[in-house]
T-cell receptor
C-alpha cells in the first residue's frame, strides 16, 4: 500500500523568508508525485509534479520541489514566501492505476 | 491547464432528500473521474472512481447505494447523495483525469449542508 506523510500540521514563516513544506512517502514501483494547494472553500489547485528526470521540479507561483529517493521525500520549497502563499498544501502520490493518495495537509501561514 | 467545474458550489437541504452534484470537464475528455470527500481540517478521502460508460468503483466503507455515481459521458459525472442526513454534510470534490500520467484536475468543490 502506498502512503504519504506530512509531518507538520502547520508551518509559519515570515514574508520574504524561504519556506519548506515537508512530505515523505512509502510506495513501490515508479510513482508520480504531486503538490496541490487549497484555498478556503475551494478545490485543489495543481502546483507541480515529478515523474522522472531532474530531482528538482519547478512549478506554479515560484514553487519547486525536490525529490530525494534515499530519504523518500518530496519537500515543497519556495525561496521567498509571500503572504498570498498562505493556504493548505497537500502532497500526493500516484503509485499506479491513477489512484492518488493524499497527505493530511500542511497549513502554511506567511506572516507579514 | 484543464478546467473542471462543479455545480452547485453550495447546497443546503433537508434531511431525507436527495442531492445531485455535477462534475464537468470543460476543455478535455475525462476518461476517469474521481469523487472525494473532505471533512473540516482533514485530507481528501477518495470515495469512488468512475470510468465513462462503466460502473463506479467504490472505496471500502463507502455505501454505493447512498452515493450514486453516474459517468454518462467523457465530460460529465454526477454524484447523487440519496436520503441525505446531517452526517453527510461535507465538502465534496471531484477530479478528472485524461490519461495515464496520473495528473488530476480538480473541481472547485461543493459544500453540502444537511439540516
Amino acid at each position: 500500500a502506498q502512503s504519504v506523510a506530512q509531518p507538520e500540521d502547520q508551518v509559519n514563516v515570515a514574508e520574504g523568508n524561504p519556506l519548506t513544506v515537508k512530505c515523505t512517502y512509502s510506495v513501490s514501483g515508479n510513482p508520480y508525485f504531486f503538490w496541490y494547494v487549497q484555498y478556503p472553500n475551494r478545490g485543489l489547485q495543481f502546483l507541480l509534479k515529478y515523474i522522472t528526470g531532474d530531482n528538482l521540479v519547478k512549478g506554479s507561483y515560484g514553487f519547486e520541489a525536490e525529490f530525494n529517493k534515499s530519504q523518500t521525500s518530496f519537500h515543497l520549497k519556495k525561496p521567498s514566501a509571500l503572504v498570498s502563499d498562505s493556504a493548505l498544501y497537500f502532497c500526493a502520490v500516484n503509485g499506479g492505476y491513477q489512484k492518488v493518495t493524499f497527505g493530511t495537509g500542511t497549513k502554511l501561514q506567511v506572516i507579514p | 491547464g484543464a478546467v473542471v467545474s462543479q455545480h452547485p458550489s453550495r447546497v443546503i437541504c433537508k434531511s431525507g432528500t436527495s442531492v445531485k452534484i455535477e462534475c464537468r470537464s470543460l476543455d478535455f475528455q475525462a476518461t476517469t473521474m474521481f469523487w472525494y470527500r473532505q471533512f473540516p481540517k482533514q485530507s481528501l478521502m477518495l470515495m469512488a472512481t468512475s470510468n465513462e460508460g462503466s460502473k463506479a468503483t467504490y472505496e471500502q466503507g463507502v455505501e454505493k447505494d447512498k452515493f450514486l455515481i453516474n459517468h454518462a459521458s467523457l465530460t460529465l459525472s454526477t454524484l447523487t447523495v440519496t436520503s441525505a442526513h446531517p452526517e453527510d454534510s461535507s465538502f465534496y470534490i471531484c477530479s478528472a483525469s485524461a490519461g495515464l500520467m496520473g495528473e488530476q484536475f480538480f473541481g472547485p468543490g461543493t459544500r453540502l449542508t444537511v439540516l
